[in-house]
């Protein structure tokens, strides 16, 4: 089994928060759709409307932070290399 260093391992973490991030985004906003078509259940379960916004709102934070965190990733990776070519050359 080959070796992960941290670098890896962040990079695996944002990956992975993009896609919990994308599905669940979705899957909140199909559920909130529904949940408007419904006009008997939306009168009765306010609550439900209520979890599905937060869902919706904590999957969207959880796509902001790892597009930043790979965005750091990528930011650093490019200055470590520039600095090394300012090394060689």
Known sequence: MPHLDIHDLEI?????????GIFATASASIGIKAYNENK????????????LVFCLVASIIILLVGG?????????KIMSINKLNKLIA
């Not at 939306?42 to 439900?48: A, P, V």
């Not at 930043?68 to 650093?76: E, M, T």
């Open 12 to 20: 695996i973490l944002a990956a992975l928060c993009l896609i919990l």
């Open 68 to 76: 930043v965190d790979l965005g750091l990733i990528i930011k650093n």
């Open 40 to 51: 008997d259940y939306k009168e009765k379960n306010i609550k439900t409307f209520n979890f």
